[in-house]
């Protein structure tokens, strides 16, 4: 016998106990994404000229500048901003295209800046890597969630501690 089928409408289920869930500052993500694109932006408007005579028209040359830079920064702050960081007492549970990395399968971390700043986490059973963005609410509710359950020589925890979070 099948399993019924989940009301499409219902609100979504709570964490249970063992989840905690780490939403990003909004503001922190608009103006470090909005950073980005104006250090972006700038250049391109200076080589403005240069880019009509290349591709022929500003029409062309627009669209290029979109999908090149604007899209992507888009849809980075989309991920970072609806996709909030799940701590479990298991591992951490990124952005759909990464998912649930486990705390034993995390190799290192490190600081990225990109226009935000984050931390990446390269898996060994994970194609990508894992980028945690570090403008949480609450880091040092993040930082002790991390504490209390990342065993001791854990990479992300060591990056944390290190950072001072």
């Known amino acids: 016998m099948k399993p019924p089928i989940a009301d499409p409408f ?15 500052s909004f503001w922190r993500v608009y103006f470090g994404t909005a950073l980005l694109t ?6 391109m408007i200076a080589l403005w000229p240069l880019m009509r005579q290349v591709f022929l028209g ?15 920064l ?9 996709h909030p960081t799940r701590i479990t007492r298991f591992g951490v549970q990124g952005p759909p295209a990464v998912g649930f990395v486990e705390w034993n399968q995390m190799k290192s971390a490190r600081a990225i800046w990109f226009g935000l700043p984050y931390a990446r986490i390269p898996a060994r059973n994970h194609f990508f890597a894992l980028w945690i963005p570090l403008c949480f609410k609450d880091k040092k509710a ?24």
């Open 38 to 43: 104006f250090l972006i932006l700038v250049p």
């Open 74 to 82: 888009s849809a980075a702050f989309s991920m970072t901003f609806l």
């Open 142 to 165: 993040f930082a002790r969630a991390v504490e209390e359950w990342a065993p001791a020589d854990n990479p992300l925890r060591l990056f944390l501690q290190k950072r001072g979070f």
């Open 10 to 24: 219902a609100p979504p289920a709570p964490p249970d106990e063992q989840t905690r869930v780490f939403p990003q």
């Open 58 to 72: 500003s029409g062309q040359s627009f669209m290029l500048f979109f999908l090149v830079f604007i899209n992507p």
